[in-house]
Each structure stands twice: as C-alpha cells, then as structure tokens.
C-alpha cells in the first residue's frame, strides 16, 4: 500500500485472518518519510504505535487531549480513543524515516464510551529478555516472567513481542487460553512449531493464531526459530479475544449500525474535541 510519496505499507486486516488476530483489528507496518495524514478521527478502538528502533527520527504524536510530543525509535505510544478524539502522527527533524507498526486494537463494548486517554512508553523502559542468539523487547505484557511496566495502565491486556533470533538459536512464548494474535515476520524466514503443527513464514508475513477459551489448556507455547541462513526479526501481537460483534467504518469500530451513526453524528458535532496544528 502507497499513499503519496511519503507512506509504504504492508497492510494487515482482521478479515483476512479468519477472526484469529482478535483483539486486533488492524496492522500496519509501514515506513514514513514525510508527513502524510492530516488529523482524523479514531472512535471505539485504542490506535497504538510502536517505532522499530531502526527509525532515524522520532514520529511526533498531535491529539485533541492535549498530547503534543515525540515517539522516539524503540517507543510505543497507546491511544485508547474510546468515546471519541483526534489526532495525527508524522515524522519530524533532519532526514525523517519512520520504520514503525500501526496497530488498531479493539475496545470491548463495556469500555467504547469511556474517555479517551494516551499511554506512552520510552525506549529506556521497555525490558529484554537476553539469551544466546536471542533478543526479545517486552514492550507490553509479559514473557517468559519478564513484564513490561506500561502493562497496567492499558485499557485491556496486551502483550506486544518484538524480537530478534539468529539462527541456530530459537525462541517460546506462551500464549494464554483465550488469547487470540498476530505473529509476524518483519525480515528473515520464521519456522513456528505449536500444537504439533509447523509452519513457516516469509518476511512481511503473518499468522494469525488463537489458543480458545474452551481448550482443556492453560497455555499453547509457540516456539519459533529463524529458517535458513538469515537472522529473524519477529513480532507478536496478543490480547483476550473479545467474540463481539464488530461494525467498522473508516477509523471507528462499534458493534451495532445504530452505534456507528451515532459516533459519527457525535464527531460532526464537535464532540471529539479539536486539533489544532502548529503552524
């Protein structure tokens, strides 16, 4: 996916994995040059970013909470739109290239009219889990009895995976009974061994998988090495699944038609606030 001369995507939607990826509704991995969006609503889901730290220059985040600052390479930034609110993120300073994830992460219905807020997670805070030939960031969640601190403050659970393997050496992660996900292959070649099944994945890949709530276990351990020759750079992104029924239009998710129009006469009212770009 291209839009302009300043955005390039992989682009990732719910629909084309079965409903497995639930909570998730969207990725993007995309790299960014130049200002692309202009600001836009989001309604019903939470819009979270998290910059690959091979970025050259922070993503600058604008919302119509007041939030005005960097995402730096390595940062996450978590903004739980619920009710309704504007923002807008582009890449700032000299030589601008944002090597990042877009991902839209469903709200359960209990949770579509609260207020919107932001979670925000620096480089520095976000823990490692270190062993010969891997290197695995626990931005948000937990693996392996590593936790990320910003864990707490999001509006549901979520982990959010991002690791290296070189090969020969290999990686587990448990995912929880319940939980639904994306694994995803940013470069090199993923061998995924679970359930008994094993599969591959080429880079700029993906999985979806699911460990149901009624299965006997507590826990299916993916274990994921890199295939061939080349080191492997991964992503896992996973949440309880929320089984609800799901209306999207644009950047809002409801889960009735009636909802729907109703968040979109509340943005034309003027109630999701309003953002104001510096000049």
Not at 178 to 204: H, N, P
Request: net charge negative; with cysteine; proline share 9%.
């Amino acid at each position: 996916m291209r839009i302009g001369s300043g955005f390039t995507a992989k682009h990732l939607p719910e629909d084309a994995f079965q409903g497995l990826i639930d909570p998730v509704v969207m990725v993007d991995h995309f790299h960014m040059t130049s200002p692309t969006f202009q600001p836009h609503p989001h309604a019903g889901i939470s819009a979270v970013t998290y910059l690959f730290e091979d970025s050259t220059s922070p993503h600058v985040n604008y919302d119509s909470m007041g939030n005005h600052g960097p995402i730096h390479p390595g940062a996450l930034h978590w903004f739980a739109a619920g009710r309704g609110a504007v923002h807008t993120e582009q890449p700032e300073g000299e030589h601008p290239h944002v090597h990042a994830l877009q991902i839209f992460v469903n709200l359960p219905a209990a949770k579509k009219e609260h207020e919107p807020f932001a979670v925000h997670l620096e480089p520095c805070e976000v823990p490692e889990i270190r062993h010969p030939g891997v290197r695995v960031r626990v931005v948000l969640g937990e693996s392996q009895g590593v936790a990320s601190p910003a864990t707490q403050q999001l509006p549901e659970p979520f982990t959010l995976l991002d690791g290296f393997v070189e090969p020969g050496a290999s990686f587990e992660h448990a995912l929880p009974r319940g939980w639904g996900g994306l694994l995803y292959a940013v470069t090199g070649e993923l061998s995924l061994s679970a359930g008994g099944t094993l599969r591959t994945l080429k880079a700029e890949h993906g999985l979806g998988l699911q460990l149901p709530a009624e299965s006997a276990s507590a826990h299916e351990t993916l274990h994921f090495w890199a295939q061939g020759s080349e080191p492997l750079h991964f992503v896992l992104l996973s949440g309880p699944a929320l089984r609800e029924p799901m209306v999207k239009q644009g950047p809002f998710v409801t889960n009735t038609f009636e909802q729907m129009q109703q968040v979109i006469l509340d943005y034309r009212a003027g109630k999701f606030g309003q953002l104001i770009m510096p000049s």
